[in-house]
């Protein structure tokens, strides 16, 4: 499969907990987005890198919230001290140009009790 | 207020007839439409992206009408199978800078269910 990938499906958390996403994009592409959506909604933008430099970060994320990617590749994303309105479905993106379609994975699916 | 607004929020159609979904933007400027297809679980799947000067656009059964003099799009669903079940979000690219990807704007979907 040469999609994006996301790891893990689900994940469930106690309140307080650090949890961490992994994001595998499709090999070539340099650009990759975060994303949170919640039941009902449309995907929410967190942020995006282009090749290992995080360009921008929305408002949405918190200090709690930290994402990397160390060589350009995949991509984590480390929610720290959850909370339970932290829970949400977590989308990853990624896109060979600007303006190009974005390709989501599955998503991480967060359920912080 | 979300830029990007979408009706109906849900439907129920039958299986082999027709549908159309609506999609109204205030974004400005405007450089592109995407239409996705999210199956319960998964991620959105692209169906189809219109620039400006583009009116209509097809992906097999698929078809997204836009008019950019009224930012209205439309998205319409021909002879629906029941794997067209799903949410289907409109998003709008805002900006004529080199760099407009973060100005997606999603709509919070329309959830279609086919039934047999």
């Known amino acids: 499969d040469t999609g994006v990938s996301q790891d893990p499906r689900h994940k469930i958390t106690k309140r307080g907990q650090n949890v961490t996403f992994r994001c595998d994009p499709i090999s070539e592409h340099n650009r990759l987005y975060w994303y949170r959506q919640t039941l009902g909604q449309g995907p929410e933008f967190l942020t995006y890198?282009?090749?290992?430099?995080?360009?921008?970060k929305s408002r949405l994320l918190s200090d709690r919230f930290s994402a990397e990617r160390p060589k350009g590749s995949f991509s984590t994303l480390e929610i720290q001290r959850t909370e339970q309105g932290d829970s949400a479905m977590y989308l990853c993106?990624?896109?060979?140009?600007?303006?190009?379609?974005?390709?989501f994975g599955s998503g991480t699916q967060l359920s912080v009790l | 207020k979300n830029q990007v607004e979408q009706s109906p929020q849900s439907l129920i159609i039958l299986e082999g007839k027709n549908c159309t979904l609506q999609c109204n933007y205030t974004v400005s400027p405007f450089s592109n439409l995407r239409w996705y297809k999210q199956d319960t679980g998964r991620g959105p799947v692209s169906l189809t992206i219109?620039?400006?000067?583009?009116n209509t656009k097809s992906n097999g059964r698929y078809t997204a009408t836009l008019d950019a003099d009224t930012k209205q799009s439309s998205l319409h669903i021909t002879a629906s199978q029941l794997s067209d079940s799903a949410s289907y979000i409109c998003?709008?690219?805002?900006?004529?800078?080199?760099?407009?990807?973060?100005?997606?704007?999603f709509g919070a979907g329309t959830q279609v269910v086919v039934t047999p």
């Open positions: 993106a990624s896109s060979l140009q600007l303006n190009e379609k974005l390709f």
């Open positions: 998003v709008v690219s805002g900006g004529l800078t080199t760099d407009s990807w973060g100005k997606l704007q």
């Open positions: 890198f282009q090749n290992e430099a995080q360009l921008e």
């Open positions: 219109m620039t400006f000067s583009e």
